[in-house]
């Protein structure tokens, strides 16, 4: 036999033993006082045809619906997987365009610096020092960039977490994850590092007598 928990309208307290069914009374819903609205079947010693015959019986009248909870979970799982590939995707993306504006960023910037370099390199700045000054203001603006980005993720993170809890019966706790976020936040200093080493071997080449002579 089979116990049916029912949750009416009336709020009165339901005896688990009250009712029973079994394969026979496939199709039929458990009485109760007040208005139904569901009912958890919980199988005790019934063959999984058996269940499938009541869920069958169920779903062929017209007074109820029989539904899995375990495959309705696994469907949602498997929607929230397919969010979570897409938002990976997203995010790569993003990466990578944010890696070509560093890249262009600091190309520009080398360009209308290249007679200060000049200037520089003329007072006795040695290409290596150059070189070194404009890698680790790449990778400056890259670590700062990171940062912001993380500090304003989380906050938004936060604020629609407790937008989503407050709307529904859900609590959403958002947590920082240092053993999965460290790694990923290390991915675009790496990128940043090498955006900047273009504009770097660009200022370490520089003909400093063509640019302080120039006509």
Avoid: C
Avoid at 39 to 62: D, E, M, R, S, V
Avoid at 78 to 105: P, R
Avoid at 109 to 130: D, F, H, K, N, P
């Amino acid at each position: 036999n089979s116990i049916w928990v029912t949750h009416d309208t009336a709020n009165e307290k339901s005896d688990p033993n009250a009712q029973t069914s079994d394969a026979s009374d496939a199709g039929k819903v458990a009485p109760s006082h007040g208005k139904l609205t569901a009912a958890l079947l919980l199988p005790f010693g019934i063959q999984l045809n058996t269940i499938y015959t009541i869920a069958q019986g169920l779903n062929n009248g017209k007074d109820a619906m029989a539904v899995y909870p375990g495959a309705e979970l696994g469907n949602l799982f498997d929607l929230l997987n397919q969010g979570q590939v897409a938002l990976n995707i997203v995010a790569l993306l993003a990466l990578f365009m944010a890696s070509i504006t560093t890249l262009l960023s600091l190309y520009a910037t080398t360009l209308s610096r290249e007679q200060a370099i000049a200037v520089m390199r003329s007072l006795g700045a040695s290409r290596s020092t150059v070189f070194m000054i404009t890698l680790l203001e790449a990778i400056g603006l890259t670590v700062l960039g990171v940062l912001l980005g993380a500090v304003i993720g989380h906050a938004v993170a936060a604020a629609v977490g407790d937008q989503l809890a407050a709307q529904s019966a859900l609590p959403i706790e958002t947590r920082i994850l240092w053993s999965q976020e460290l790694p990923l936040l290390l991915i675009p200093v790496v990128l940043g590092v090498v955006a900047g080493l273009l504009p770097a071997v660009m200022a370490y080449r520089l003909n400093v007598v063509e640019k302080l002579f120039a006509t």
